[in-house]
């Protein structure tokens, strides 16, 4: 594949007839035109690694520019590295925040693979460090936004692997940007001991449990890559530094390194605690937003988009015990079936972050609130209710604030409902944990089964 030329960036206006030729001003990514599946035009190169290149490109029906990442398939496939890019594309797909660059879809021919991105335009994080250490104000900012960001990751199962400065991209308005999913691994990739196995990463940010190859917790090993971070930005350089990288390897086996004389006694604190070689005494995420250092106000243009949800002023909605269950028309039954099989227990819907399922029943709504209700005193959970909904809502405080649900009750006809159940406010790897341990094993025995369906909870 040719490049196109870094002296004349952007886009050639003729690429719809242009040959590419010598009087081209702005060469093409491709002989003939530089349209890609009649969606994208290709621009200049942005930069390149050694399996992808990375060029600017325009939508263009819209005229919005996006990042498009180029791998060659067939270079690919010779290291055995396929496995590891379907991994990636699955990974950007679950992990959709606002400080990780965004995949907007994923194309392909018969020789590549093409990765439509948020274009990040403020370039990586690394350059900005090459020019010295950071203020401490400006490092804290990076920090939280890192750590928002991996929080998420960890709570939808996603283990970075590895997170360096090179991997954090900033745009236009300074905001940090995770990228690279190449070498993520999944909770699905656990052994049976529950750790993971594959040593990867870069030798400088690399975990010490990670060397020793005895198995690691990918989510720990993530925050000790955190604090190698931290420490580059208010230094300015490695905490673990050998020109032998074997001696290297022991610096970060024993967690040998020195803070200079200008880190304030809190970032002290927080990075010993974030580079603990002991991966069991670590310190945790939840810990980390925890500290007095993390917790010092940032500046006003970084907004929290955490709210909570207040219970009591929702009871007017659950207050007229007169209003019977919905009755369900055509498109009512349309749009909550992914075909017309409402046959199993639990029907969700095809996307990462899974809010929201649905099962149907020949019991009376009156039996369906009764278990709601059982479950949420098992739980502890106040509950909020009509003849077509109920409202569960934790008394405590999880990851994003108290879990609330909903479950609403539609009368397919007088003796079969559909009952659709949504997650209204916290986590939803929380959301999820309870269905499936509390909600799912509950309802089992009320719920319909088409004779033809295993009779198995799925």
């Not at 965004?102 to 020789?111: F, I």
Request: aromatic residues 8%; glycine residues 6%; positive net charge.
């Amino acid at each position: 594949m040719r490049g196109p030329s870094l002296r004349k960036p952007e886009f050639c206006g003729r690429a719809k007839r242009c040959i590419g030729g010598r009087n081209c001003h702005r060469k093409h990514v491709e002989d003939g035109p530089t349209l890609l599946h009649g969606k994208y035009e290709l621009g200049r190169l942005l930069g390149h690694g050694t399996f992808a290149k990375v060029y600017l490109a325009r939508h263009l029906q819209t005229g919005k520019s996006v990042a498009m990442k180029v791998v060659g398939k067939e270079k690919v496939i010779k290291v055995g590295m396929m496995e590891q890019v379907k991994r990636e594309i699955s990974v950007m797909k679950m992990v959709e925040h606002e400080n990780i660059v965004e995949l907007h879809e994923v194309m392909a021919s018969k020789s590549k693979i093409y990765f439509a991105m948020e274009l990040v335009r403020g370039g990586e994080l690394f350059n900005k460090i090459a020019r010295g250490r950071l203020k401490e104000d400006l490092a804290r900012v990076y920090f939280q936004q890192l750590i928002s960001a991996i929080d998420f990751c960890h709570s939808r199962g996603v283990y970075h692997r590895d997170l360096k400065p090179e991997n954090l991209l900033l745009d236009e308005d300074g905001n940090l940007k995770v990228t690279d999913f190449g070498l993520s691994a999944f909770s699905e990739h656990l052994k049976q001991d529950g750790l993971l196995h594959t040593t990867c990463g870069t030798p400088a940010y690399v975990a010490p449990e990670v060397i020793g190859k005895k198995g690691y917790d990918g989510a720990k090993a993530d925050i000790w890559s955190c604090g190698v971070i931290l420490y580059v930005l208010l230094a300015g350089f490695l905490p673990f530094q050998d020109d032998n990288i074997v001696a290297m390897y022991r610096k970060i086996y024993r967690g040998d390194f020195k803070c200079p004389p200008w880190f304030s006694s809190e970032a002290r604190r927080l990075i010993t605690k974030l580079l603990d070689p002991n991966p069991n005494t670590r310190i945790s995420i939840s810990k980390i937003m925890d500290s007095s250092w993390f917790k010092k106000p940032v500046p006003k243009n970084i907004k929290s988009n955490k709210q909570e949800y207040d219970f009591e002023a929702d009871e007017v909605n659950y207050g007229d015990k007169s209003k019977q269950p919905e009755t369900l028309n055509a498109f009512h039954i349309i749009s909550l079936s992914e075909g017309f099989d409402l046959s199993p227990l639990f029907e969700e819907k095809k996307r990462e972050d899974k809010e929201e399922l649905r099962f149907a029943t020949t019991r009376p709504a009156s039996s369906v609130i009764s278990r709601l209700e059982e479950v949420a005193k098992n739980m502890k959970f106040n509950v909020k209710k009509s003849d077509s909904r109920v409202r569960l809502q934790g008394q405590e405080c999880g990851r994003k604030g108290k879990l609330a649900i909903n479950a609403d009750i539609f009368a397919l006809t007088p003796s079969f409902l559909v009952v659709e159940v949504k997650k209204d406010n916290g986590d939803t790897l929380e959301y999820n944990q309870f269905c499936s341990k509390e909600l799912r094993p509950a309802l089992k025995d009320i719920v319909w089964m088409s004779t033809e369906k295993n009779s198995t909870l799925a």
